[in-house]
């Protein structure tokens, strides 16, 4: 964390570096002059993403508009070996987009164009600078979308999600990033630019299009996507349940999966996330259970209301005590309108909250979130639970405030031992927002000496100076031996 | 089990080239057999099956077969079918990363593969992925190893996303041309139907829906055709994800186009099977490899000499020098000794 004095003294020294002003003056000559920031006000905006705990100041800014410039300014570095972070909008939510001090930031923002829309192949090719919705908005009159859907998808690029593979609420049925993008134009950090992936089913060779899609900007810097697009299913109705105690609704959840039913979307939400939720959105939420399920169910009339019966009599016998059906789509966009506003809801009831990521076996959801209880109790910090019960992540929101001396790092230390407490049930420190900045530490519990070393190898098979967005993902064995030192001395 | 992993790290430490080997059911496909065999087959069992998980957890060994059959006790599946060829085992399932009929609108293996551990080419165990749906820690190497044909190490364990079975399923019959089926089955496929999988040869188009029981009804329908019986149904699309059906007899070499699905009819002087919803496309008889490799890139593909034929002019179709470099670098990672598999995808891997 870096304090606004440190960035005046920062931003001082920075001013009279020779080797900032060489980088400067070189980019000046491939950029037009608006494409490049470098006073530290112009910086500033671009000091974190949406993960504001965490904050540095670049030594300058690109904004390129067209591919040329992208490589020029990748050349430009990598001569110089001056480290680069790609960013899109800026939301991701585990700072991968975090600026490297001395380093350049690369803005993807200006790549807003759709460049072609094909109905009859079902694919749309798009900058990465444009975002999720967008592409779903301009193929709607086709009868098409884009399936994946991040809460954050107002904003977030597709360039972004293609770094965090990202997810959202109907993933379960449709997939992630991985499963949506067919093709990749990426620059390398050299310069030079490839195509992983294609229009046809797969490709010779290694999977590179699935190597790069979560690699969160350290492989290559996406020029150009190719998604694949999905029919809208005629209609959908989503069940809400409300539940006495979490380990009913996980009980819920389980049957229906047993049941043979992958509903197009399922998900939990603690007592605290409805109570924040409801004060903010007013999406009906029953505030007096202990847990609420919303389980949707797509497809033509006849599929819909078949599944809806079906889940219904399975959530009634796993102990629900109400069930409410959506009984039009302005009431079914209202149940999800709250779900998909949690985070700024509870946003609303605290100054500052950290937003975790673990997935999990979906048979230990009661264990963790009576473990996290618990943690919360410890640490005498509130948390809120909402979760993609469907396929086991979990968002804990662990609230805090950063005035308070000593709670951002209270708040740290709870949210790594939520995600320690995930893998040891066999899961994940990571289903959708990345390592980034934030886990990178974590990944010294999840992953072996040797499975890390691999991941150094990968990257190095892409950008051999590691150059491009450094330190973030993978930790250095430095990072782990710190990490297994603070952790015994606990 | 130790035991057998231990055996195989000592085999690998040895530094000497191993053809990596399961049920031999793909001893046909990709380049030149090298190396001293290594049988993965006394690595077998399923390790983890909870269906209301949807993972399943196999040692490389465990036939394709015995998986399957576990899976459809519970009602469940791999829902792109991936080739049996006899005896495949999932190991080598995964290395081929070969999918069945239901490709096109299930998603390929490498789709429903969660981690995968993973034996290197210094005998190290790595495990890359895990047993959770979504899991973006570290780089998807599980992944990259997906359809690597063994040459980036030894797959120890697999993880696999499975499905429920549909319940409910239909095969309909139409007579079309190529190039009426070609459009029929991309405009289906743009449309909210239950759509399964597709295939036309000899001016008829067969069409599979999967779904529940409300939907195949509505989509039999509106879409029309001829229904064709449930064990006749069953019979034709295991032939065709068996390569048993008739087109796929005999020793003309059998090449395998994948294109855009959208492609047009192709010229070809050969007969032609298309499914996938019109992106994969295979080929009978000997042809010119120059022309057709150049035929597919300019479409926007890449052709394959599937099975049989002269294989001196190279199985798959050559990568950009930009490409084949990153390959060489991570094949040198993983495998710094040249042990798995040497030339079966590429000569230069």
């Keep these: 964390m870096t304090s606004q004095h440190d960035y005046a003294a920062a931003a001082a020294r920075d001013a009279t570096n020779p080797d900032r002003e060489a980088l400067l003056a070189e980019l000046a000559r491939v950029l037009p002059a608006a494409a490049l920031l470098s006073a530290t006000e112009d910086l500033k905006p671009y000091e974190c993403d949406g993960l504001t705990a965490y904050s540095a100041l670049p030594w300058a800014v690109a904004l390129p508009q067209n591919d040329e410039q992208v490589v020029a300014v990748l050349k430009v570095c990598y001569a110089r070996q001056v480290p680069v972070v790609a960013r899109g909008a800026g939301t991701g939510l585990s700072g991968g987009a975090t600026p490297v001090v001395q380093g350049v930031v690369l803005s993807l923002a200006k790549f807003m164009r759709i460049l072609e829309i094909d109905p009859l192949a079902r694919l749309a090719r798009v900058q990465p600078g444009v975002r999720n919705l967008a592409i779903s908005e301009a193929v709607a009159p086709h009868g098409l979308y884009y399936a994946p859907d991040p809460s954050s998808q107002i904003a977030c690029t597709i360039g972004g999600n293609v770094a965090e593979n990202s997810g959202g609420v109907h993933c379960l049925k449709y997939g992630l990033t991985l499963h949506n993008v067919v093709r990749l134009r990426v620059a390398l950090m050299n310069g030079d630019v490839i195509e992983v992936g294609s229009h046809a089913l797969d490709d010779p060779g290694y999977d590179l299009l699935a190597l790069m899609i979560g690699s969160e900007g350290m492989l290559g810097v996406v020029l150009e996507a190719t998604v694949k697009l999905t029919p809208k299913p005629r209609t959908a109705q989503v069940v809400m349940a409300s539940f006495d105690s979490v380990v009913d609704a996980g009980d819920a959840v389980a049957a229906i999966i047993a049941a043979g039913i992958i509903p197009a979307g399922l998900e939990m939400m603690d007592k605290l996330a409805t109570a924040a939720v409801e004060d903010f959105v007013h999406a009906g939420y029953d505030l007096t259970a202990a847990a609420i399920l919303l389980a949707e169910s797509d497809g033509t009339a006849e599929e819909v209301a078949e599944e809806i019966a079906a889940m219904s009599v399975l959530l009634e016998q796993n102990g629900a005590r109400q069930l409410r059906i959506s009984q039009s789509e302005a009431e079914r966009l209202k149940y999800w309108a709250g779900r998909k506003a949690a985070f700024p809801a509870v946003g609303r009831i605290t100054p500052d909250y950290m937003c975790m990521d673990g997935t999990i076996p979906r048979k230990h959801v009661a264990h963790v979130l009576t473990r996290i209880a618990e943690l919360s109790a410890e640490f005498h910090l509130r948390c809120a639970n909402v979760f993609h019960a469907g396929d086991g992540n979990l968002h804990p929101l662990i609230m805090f405030d950063a005035r308070n001396p000593g709670e951002t790092e209270r708040a740290i230390a709870f949210g790594a031992k939520i995600l320690e407490l995930s893998v040891d049930v066999g899961g994940t420190i990571t289903g959708e927002h990345g390592v980034g900045i934030e886990k990178v530490r974590q990944m010294c519990v999840q992953f072996s000496r040797e499975e890390l070393d691999k991941f150094h190898a990968v990257k190095a098979a892409f950008d051999p100076l590691t150059l491009l967005n450094p330190g973030k993902a993978v930790p250095y064995p430095r990072h782990c031996s710190e990490y297994r030192l603070i952790g015994s001395a606990r | 089990m130790n035991d057998q ?345």
């Design chain 2, 5 to 349: 992993v231990e055996e195989f790290r000592s085999r690998i430490l040895e530094r000497r080239p191993l053809r990596l080997r399961g049920g031999g059911s793909k001893d046909f496909y990709g380049g030149p057999l090298r190396g001293e065999m290594l049988d993965t087959r006394s690595h077998s069992g399923i390790v983890g099956y909870e269906p209301s998980e949807l993972v399943i957890t196999a040692r490389c060994g465990t036939p394709l077969a015995e998986i399957e059959s576990a899976l459809a006790a519970r009602r469940q599946c791999i829902a792109c079918e991936p080739p049996r060829f006899g005896a495949a085992t999932i190991g080598g399932a995964v290395a081929a990363g070969l999918s069945g009929p239901r490709r096109a609108t299930a998603g390929s293996l490498r789709d429903f593969v969660l981690g995968v551990t993973l034996m290197d080419g210094e005998g190290r165990e790595l495990i890359f992925g895990g047993q959770v749906m979504k899991n973006v820690a570290g780089f998807d190497v599980s992944r990259l190893i997906t359809g690597s044909l063994g040459t980036l190490g030894l797959i120890l364990d697999v993880s696999l996303k499975v499905m429920p079975l549909p319940a409910a399923e239909a095969t309909l019959r139409f007579e079309l041309p190529q190039d009426q089926a070609l459009d029929a089955m991309n405009r289906w496929a743009g449309q909210p139907v239950p759509l399964a999988a597709t295939c036309w040869q000899g001016d008829v188009l067969t069409l599979r829906l999967c779904g529940a029981q409300a939907a195949i009804t509505a989509a039999c329908k509106s879409l029309g055709g001829e229904r064709i019986a449930e064990t006749e149904a069953a019979d034709f699309w295991t032939a065709l994800r068996e390569q048993t059906a008739q087109f796929f007899a005999g020793d003309e070499p059998l090449w395998r186009l994948s294109l855009p699905s959208v492609t047009p009819s192709l010229d070809l002087p050969a007969p032609q099977l298309i499914d996938w919803g019109g992106a994969q496309r295979w080929l009978r008889g000997a042809v010119d490899v120059a022309s057709l490799r150049d035929m597919a890139a300019k479409a926007g593909g890449h052709a394959t000499l599937f099975r049989g034929g002269d294989k001196t002019g190279g199985v798959f179709s050559p990568l950009p020098p930009g490409l084949m470099e990153v390959h060489r670098r991570l094949k040198q990672s993983f495998d710094p000794y040249g042990v798995f598999n040497p030339g079966r995808l590429y000569p230069e891997l």
